[in-house]
């Protein structure tokens, strides 16, 4: 069965300071992946997806996002984080076709002033 | 234009009670879905359903039963609501390769008293 593991539940991070969100994913071939954003009382946006080629993605917001097929990892990352970023982010994996998604239980990041 | 919309944004009812939840999208996907939101925030596929077929998480009581009239639209009924139904119900389509992304629209938070 496929399965996404968000290890951190919690981030505090320094606004300004560097982001990397943890994902870990188990599928038996290589699956298309994502990451979405929920803000407090919101929907769920899209940051970024991958599906093939260039193992490194970039996103909106200054979100990127780099596929390592050996350690199935699908980690997120951000240079320089703002207040605005503070909300709960959930990574996702689909096999195609309508299956749906596969969330991460999803990391809650705060923004430290 | 808002690309998949839910409505209502708010449910309140009576636990016994039968309700529905309207999903629409303009988008042109041929699937969509419905998603539940618990109060951990985790996010598990209910259903999905293209005009070729559904198909139904095996853990969603059969109190729980999606209809659709059309492509553009997939409604959710719940008969005999119990208060463990209470959640944030998200509504989402793509096209069936999933290779385009997955759009949510802004969920419905339902409270069963």
């Known amino acids: 069965a496929q399965s996404v593991t968000q290890p951190d539940i919690h981030i505090t991070v320094s606004e300004g300071a560097s982001l990397e969100l943890r994902c870990n994913y188990s599928y038996g071939a290589t699956p298309y992946l994502f990451w979405y954003v929920q803000s407090p009382g919101q929907g769920l946006q899209l940051l970024l997806k991958?599906?093939?080629?260039?193992?490194l993605v970039q996103g909106i917001k200054g979100f990127e996002a780099e596929f390592k097929r050996s350690q199935s990892s699908f980690n997120l990352r951000k240079p320089s984080v703002h207040w605005s970023d503070a909300a709960e982010y959930f990574c996702a994996l689909s096999g195609g076709g309508a299956d749906g998604l596969t969330f991460g239980k999803g990391t809650h990041l705060i923004i430290q002033p | 234009d808002t690309a998949v919309s839910q409505t209502p944004k708010y449910l309140v009812t009576q636990m016994g009670n039968d309700k529905s939840i309207k999903c629409e999208q303009n988008l042109g996907h041929d699937t969509m879905y419905w998603y539940k939101q618990d109060s951990k925030k985790f996010l598990k596929i209910m259903f999905s359903?293209?005009?070729?077929?559904?198909?139904i998480n095996e853990t969603v009581p059969n109190r729980f039963s999606p209809k659709s009239p059309d492509k553009a639209h997939l409604n959710l009924h719940i008969n005999s609501l119990e208060l463990g139904d209470s959640a944030v119900y998200f509504c989402?389509?793509?096209?069936?390769?999933?290779?385009?992304?997955?759009?949510f629209g802004s969920g419905t938070r339902l409270t069963v008293v």
């Open positions: 989402a389509s793509s096209q069936t390769t999933g290779t385009g992304g997955y759009t």
């Open positions: 991958y599906f093939s080629g260039d193992t």
């Open positions: 359903y293209n005009n070729k077929e559904l198909i």
